[in-house]
């Protein structure tokens, strides 16, 4: 009998270790997913979308009108698109490095808040060409490197628009993006 009460006592911390353990493991969840709804501000931005496929369409016109007479009516309207482009965002694969603040060796750091969390989301923003309150980020991980990681962003407004931006540091100069996938 003895053996039992070990065995039944051990069976009962066991059993109020797990309980303890999910306990915890369901207010975590809870605080993550009132942190999403509560306090967007920390993950969230939108875009308008239209205005992004605009620009690109844009840049891509621009490309292909500069070649043109300049004369053209036309010619003058891509110019005027061109300059918005500009100003709004970078067309894909023509980005620079966005600088950084971080000084030493590189760490990949995606404590949300720290230096290189904001210099990753700033390089995202550029990318996108959207600002911090038009799209929600969804997800920034590492991008299968020590210097690439990749974000995923939804329009505040549509979730089921995503963007996938890869973003690269590049030593002393800050995270550059490589790669933007658009819905």
Do not use: C
């Not at 967007?40 to 205005?51: I, K, L, M, Q, S």
């Amino acid at each position: 009998m003895p053996r039992s009460r070990l065995e039944a006592r051990k069976k009962r911390r066991v059993n109020t270790f797990l309980n303890v353990a999910i306990g915890v493991v369901a207010l975590l969840i809870i605080y993550y997913t009132a942190q999403l709804f509560i306090n967007p501000g920390a993950d969230e931005t939108t875009a308008d979308v239209e205005e992004t496929n605009e620009q690109e369409q844009n840049g891509a016109n621009s490309d292909s009108a500069t070649d043109g007479d300049s004369n053209d009516p036309d010619g003058q309207e891509v110019e005027e698109q061109e300059e918005e482009t500009v100003e709004a965002g970078v067309e894909d694969g023509e980005w620079e490095p966005i600088g950084t603040q971080q000084t030493g060796e590189f760490s990949h750091d995606f404590t949300r808040g720290s230096v290189n969390w904001n210099e990753m989301v700033r390089a995202i923003e550029y990318a996108t060409g959207l600002s911090g309150d038009e799209y929600i980020l969804e997800r920034l991980e590492n991008g299968g490197t020590a210097t690439t990681a990749r974000g995923i962003v939804s329009l505040k407004g549509d979730r089921a628009t995503q963007y996938q931006v890869t973003i690269e540091f590049i030593e002393g100069e800050g995270w550059m993006p490589i790669e933007l996938i658009e819905p």
